[in-house]
């Protein structure tokens, strides 16, 4: 158990080191919200309703800024490459020799990763949100902010063993890079980054969308937060997302063993 | 001229072999750029069915709008985006160096030698969209229009390509290129939408920056409106002007930025 | 004709100490501290059309330096030159169709492509005539011998096949000057023998002048008539490869062998380098190899005996210490 937590503090140092560049990138990443901002006003001035979908205008963008927190979560930059490349490489030969296991390696470098990440950007987004307090017109129970954090780690969750399974299909497809290019593009409009999921309701495909695992990583916690899912929907959810989480858990374990059966067997 | 033609042939001949050489990765980028375009589409036509306009623009004035910032955003991806990044690489690597050494323009050999064939759809493409909105709109385009569009058009690529030197410029004394890549993303957000949605009144800034300073939100708007809505005479040729002006100056800076280079480099 | 002429050549670089952690960095932006490195001062000299001249250095001593000025890559701080008739770092046009530069290890072919493809991109950006391109290409890959290599794309290859591909398109447009920097680190030493033979036979063949660059003194022995010695930025020797011997080699190489173990104390006036068993090497001044000969004429059962002159490293190294030793 040791040497998972000297895993994390390392990776922790490391990302502290680049705290300089690190809140100006975070405040460029905040400028297109005034872009969403200017956009959705347009929509509903012109649409002359003040609900589109059960979104209001102020609804909206507090949504957009929600998504940003779950994303915070949820997101696991380099996870995948990073773990394509071990393996293309070879480097994955390591942990057919050292009692370590892979799986439980990464996360606790994510781990570290994330808690460095979220702790330097709480300034950055404390002023984000801070201007933007007036799109906040009801804020959750106290009950509410429990789910809202459950589902946050569900996006956490969900995203990390996700990821480790698309990086581990380089035990067996060579450009795995390019197919991470395509799930990442399809995740940031299905996962419901760019727009609410709601308001594709009139696509018919809104049910089935709510019920991809892609759905948790940006929709879920917004939604949560907002009060959008009634009370008897929010159980039936949360046990759709756990048991999404535990697909593919249980699934990245089955492609680490029998991706490392493959590897021994041909000496990488 | 012509032979710079014949060079841009043989870049364009030798970029599409090297890629075809990784053929399910080509496959798969095309892939990608097709998903986004799916992604975009959906979410315009989302947004026209919960309202009839869009800050004065209706729907297939949009979409006249959305197709051709989907081929401006194509053209300069398909001819600049790949070799801008790389330079920051070449100035870290040394190999800088060789692209000096050619008899050639340092900055055409720099920003044209990879022509990304993955991206080019998107040039195609958005001309369909543009197409499929002039006929939905109704009433085709005079004639006397159609060479002035193009030309606009490709005045907005030019500020587009401008700014994006400017930027690679820099890369002479910052090594960073990720940060390149997130401020060309923001450059990128502000030519995206018609330039009316910034018509409030606290967004006065954006409008005077990125209005006048540096243009990005005239890039798509003012060739667009030119075609399908009331011709702006004053903005039609300011963006005419700017862009010039902005080809200059991006080209003197490129130059002194390699200039300095040549002093510094060991 | 005299291709290169530097007068007083001089290059110092400013380098910025980079402080360590934030607050550092911090203070540097207001009081930044540096150091001016002298990397090449004062260079004087003249190359002849035809010559092929080894530039020869440890690492650090400005040749690649001095090598970026003299094809117009850097500005000189102090100096002049002109390079075939032409001012470098002005970098005209036609200057830059009449040389080429070649650095060890770096590529400028295109990696995913064959060769032959970044021939003829080289053929378009230097505007070679087709009809001698094509006879350029066929006599090249004849003498480097490369020709079932230039379909294979450059990044399936050795380096050693890749740096005489890079020399082949260094060549294509009949360049009179030929500039190689580092050209044989990395290669084995076979790969470095075909390299000193091309480029030799193309010396006398197109009368292109080489100026080479290495700290291997197998590039130097083999293809320089004249060598130039660069330490700490200053040229140290300008002249021929043997002068260099004789001023500093005043010493030479003693190996016997003897077929039992080598008699005791025979050898003991002089500097005795090495004895294992039936073999002795000595290190002896020229004007003792007489008397070393005598006593081993007198000695009994010696199966060999080799006279040779020491090493050219050890020659250069005597001389970087001396100069070092002067500038103190």
């Known amino acids: 158990m040791n040497k998972y937590f000297n895993i994390a503090r390392l990776s922790l140092k490391e990302r502290l080191t680049y705290r300089g560049d690190f809140l100006f990138s975070s405040f460029l990443r905040f400028l297109p919200m005034i872009t969403s901002i ?47 490349r071990d393996v293309r490489e070879g480097s994955i030969k390591k942990y057919l020799l050292q009692p370590i296991d892979l799986i439980g390696y990464l996360m606790s470098y994510r781990i570290a990763h994330k808690a460095a990440y979220i702790s330097t950007s709480l300034v950055p987004y404390i002023i984000l949100f801070g201007s933007c307090a007036s799109f906040f017109d009801t804020f959750p129970t106290p009950v509410g902010c429990a789910y809202f954090i459950l589902s946050l780690m569900l996006a956490f969750v969900i995203g990390f063993y996700f990821e480790v399974c698309l990086g581990m299909l380089s035990f067996w497809i060579l450009e795995v890079t390019s197919l991470l290019y395509v799930v990442t593009t399809l995740s940031f409009f299905l996962s419901g980054h760019l727009i609410p999921l709601d308001l594709l309701d009139t696509t018919g495909w809104l049910d089935v969308l709510k019920n991809l695992p892609f759905a948790y990583l940006a929709y879920f916690p917004a939604a949560i937060f907002l009060q959008k899912i009634s009370d008897d929907d929010l159980l039936l959810r949360f046990f759709i997302g756990v048991l999404w989480a535990l697909f593919f858990f249980l699934l990245s374990r089955v492609i680490l063993y029998f991706g490392l059966r493959k590897y021994s067997a041909y000496g990488a | 001229m012509l032979r710079h033609l014949r060079l841009m042939f043989c870049f364009a001949k030798f970029s599409l072999l090297g890629e075809l050489a990784f053929r399910s990765n080509f496959l798969l980028k095309i892939l990608v750029e097709l998903i986004w375009l799916g992604i975009l589409l959906t979410f315009f036509k989302t947004i026209f069915g919960k309202s009839s306009n869009v800050a004065g623009w209706n729907e297939h004035e949009f979409l006249f709008f959305v197709g051709a910032y989907y081929a401006l955003e194509g053209f300069v991806e398909t001819f600049f985006l790949e070799n801008c990044v790389e330079f920051s690489e070449l100035v870290r690597s040394g190999n800088l160096d060789f692209c000096l050494l050619k008899p050639i323009d340092p900055q055409f050999f720099i920003t044209l030698r990879r022509v990304d064939w993955s991206t080019a759809p998107k ?25 002035l569009f193009l030309i606009l058009f490709l005045c907005g690529c030019s500020l587009a390509y401008s700014f994006l030197l400017l930027l690679t410029a820099l890369s002479v004394w910052m090594i960073r290129n990720q940060s390149l890549m997130e401020v060309w993303w923001l450059f990128t957000n502000l030519m995206r939408y018609p330039r009316q949605i910034y018509d409030s009144e606290w967004a006065l800034p954006i409008r005077m920056v990125f209005g006048f300073i540096i243009p990005a939100l005239l890039a798509v708007s003012i060739p667009v409106e030119f075609a399908v809505k009331e011709i702006n005479i004053e903005f039609t040729l300011f963006l005419f002007v700017i862009a010039v002006v902005y080809f200059q100056l991006s080209r003197m800076f490129f130059n002194y930025s390699l200039k300095y280079y040549r002093s510094a480099s060991s | 004709m005299i291709v290169i002429k530097t007068n007083n050549l001089s290059k110092q670089f400013r380098v910025y100490e980079k402080p360590a952690g934030l607050i550092g960095s911090f203070k540097s932006l207001f009081n930044s501290k540096f150091k001016d490195i002298h990397a090449v001062e004062n260079i004087n000299l003249e190359i002849h059309e035809g010559e092929i001249v080894g530039f020869l250095g440890p690492n650090g001593a400005g040749k690649t330096t001095t090598l970026k000025m003299l094809s117009g890559l850097l500005f000189p701080t102090n100096g002049n030159a002109t390079v075939l008739g032409y001012v470098p770092w002005e970098r005209p046009v036609e200057f830059r169709k009449a040389f080429s530069l070649v650095m060890g290890q770096k590529s400028q072919l295109w990696w995913d492509l064959p060769a032959s493809d970044s021939f003829e991109l080289h053929k378009e950006i230097y505007k070679i005539d087709p009809v001698k391109f094509k006879k350029n290409v066929g006599e090249l890959t004849e003498i480097f011998q490369v020709a079932n290599l230039l379909n294979k794309p450059v990044r399936e290859l050795s380096l050693g096949e890749r740096m005489k591909l890079e020399l082949i398109a260094s060549l294509l447009h009949d360049p009179k000057l030929l500039l190689l920097d580092e050209p044989t680190i990395g290669l084995d030493v076979v790969a470095q023998s075909a390299m000193h033979r ?124 001396s100069h070092r030793s002067k500038s103190l």
């Not at chain 3, 083999?222 to 040229?235: E, Q, Y």
């Not at chain 3, 080598?262 to 290190?283: A, C, H, N, W, Y």
Request: with cysteine.
């Open chain 1, 38 to 84: 200017l956009l959705w006003k347009s929509v509903y001035s012109s649409s002359e309703q003040d609900s589109l979908s059960g979104f209001s205008f102020k609804q909206v963008i507090a949504y957009l800024l929600l998504v940003n927190i779950s994303r915070m979560f949820s997101s696991m930059p380099g996870l995948a490459t990073n773990l394509a």
């Open chain 2, 123 to 147: 040039i195609l493409l958005g001309f369909i969209m543009i197409s499929f909105a002039m006929y939905e709109i109704g009433k085709p385009l005079e004639l006397w229009k159609v060479p």
């Open chain 3, 198 to 321: 091309c480029l030799y036979e193309f010396n006398q063949t197109r009368k292109i002048t080489i100026l080479l660059t290495s700290h291997y003194m197998r590039d130097v022995e083999t293809l320089c008539s004249r060598i130039l010695v660069i330490s700490g930025g200053k040229m140290v020797y300008d002249g021929q490869l043997q002068g260099l011997k004789d001023e500093f080699g005043k010493e030479k190489l003693i190996k016997i062998q003897f077929k039992n173990l080598v008699p005791d104390q025979v050898f003991s006036k002089f500097e005795q380098l090495e004895i294992t068993g039936g073999i002795v090497r000595l290190r002896v001044s020229k004007n003792d190899v007489p008397s070393v000969l005598a006593i081993v004429s007198q000695c009994e059962e010696v199966l060999d005996i080799s006279i040779e002159d020491p090493p050219i490293e050890e020659v250069i190294e005597k001389l970087f210490v």
